[in-house]
């Protein structure tokens, strides 16, 4: 009788095979787990916009009027800032206590200028609000991209924010930047020391922007289509459809890097600035409309029907977008 072999082990070539099935099927794996994240991300986003929707319609509820995009005050006193626009407060300040930030909201003083920075406890009357520019809200994060927090020397500090107020569809101050129709401004939710009602939206507020998502930028530059969660107030503007290859016209320009690869800004002068909305979603951006629903918009919307999305009273034919 012939004795019975049993092998015992592999052979090198049927390991090799076992480990290119693996391969494969981590291969064809990946691509589904990375959306289900990004899937995930995405819906974090839109909950995230949809409660600043929440927030900004109970402060309606509360004033009769959308927050100010910003606040410039020239006659506090400068304690050594300097220009004006130091001394400005935004949006996000007042929605505070509606995004269950009350004790931050009454930590800040609101007598001395919330944009001035000083670190903290170099001016004591200012602890409040240097708390409040350097604390991470994950609210204010999209999981896509994510807060950033720059902090410059001299006791500057930046808390970057991925949402930004509609400013309307033309540039930073509402210019009308030609006789065309589409480069005409009408209106917007937010602009600076401009306050305005619901019933103002004579658009309907499921065809009108509230919030658009930027991208918040990795190197120490302010500006670009960024700015800051307190203080320094930020701004979008539905000029340019979502994540246009179209350079941001700023006063200052953020070094490339800042715009994490967008490519760099023209300088112009402020009155000009157009910063448009971005994101790392694949695709397009996450908004919040006026009614408060969310809504993914693609990069490939019409140049129209988006500047007519940012408008508040252009009476724009929108359709489905």
């Given at each position: ?42 819906t ?47 949006w ?16 800040i ?11 903290y ?15 991470k ?51 917007a ?133």
């Amino acid at each position: 009788m012939h004795s019975q072999w049993r092998r015992k082990a592999f052979t090198l070539i049927e390991l090799l095979v076992v480990i290119a099935i693996i391969a494969v099927l981590i291969a064809l794996l990946l691509p589904a787990v990375q959306q289900a994240r990004e899937a995930a991300r995405r819906t974090q986003c839109k909950n995230n916009l949809k409660q600043l929707g929440i927030a900004t319609h109970t402060y309606h509820d509360t004033f009769n009027l959308l927050p100010l995009g910003k606040l410039v005050s020239a006659a506090q006193p400068n304690r050594g800032c300097g220009s004006s626009w130091y001394h400005e407060t935004n949006w996000y300040v007042a929605l505070m206590p509606y995004v269950d930030q009350g004790p931050m909201f009454n930590a800040i003083n609101s007598t001395e200028p919330v944009g001035c920075d000083h670190g903290y406890n170099a001016a004591a009357p200012w602890d409040g609000n240097w708390r409040a520019k350097t604390t991470k809200i994950a609210l204010h994060g999209c999981p896509s991209d994510g807060i950033k927090e720059n902090e410059f020397t001299g006791g500057w500090a930046r808390l970057r924010t991925n949402y930004m107020p509609n400013y309307g569809n033309t540039n930073f101050t509402a210019q009308s930047l030609s006789a065309a129709p589409t480069d005409t401004f009408w209106g917007a939710p937010f602009g600076n020391g401009v306050r305005v009602k619901i019933a103002d939206i004579n658009d309907g507020t499921s065809n009108t922007a509230l919030f658009m998502e930027v991208i918040a930028p990795n190197g120490t530059g302010f500006d670009g289509n960024i700015a800051d969660v307190v203080g320094r107030a930020g701004c979008v503007m539905g000029r340019n459809t979502p994540n246009t290859g179209t350079f941001e016209l700023s006063e200052v320009c953020p070094p490339t890097t800042s715009l994490n690869g967008i490519p760099g800004c023209t300088q112009v002068a402020f009155q000009q600035e157009v910063f448009n909305s971005r994101s790392k979603h694949v695709g397009g951006v996450t908004v919040c409309m006026c009614d408060g629903s969310v809504r993914f918009v693609s990069n490939n919307i019409d140049t129209n029907i988006w500047r007519g999305v940012s408008t508040t009273r252009g009476s724009e034919v929108l359709g489905d977008f």
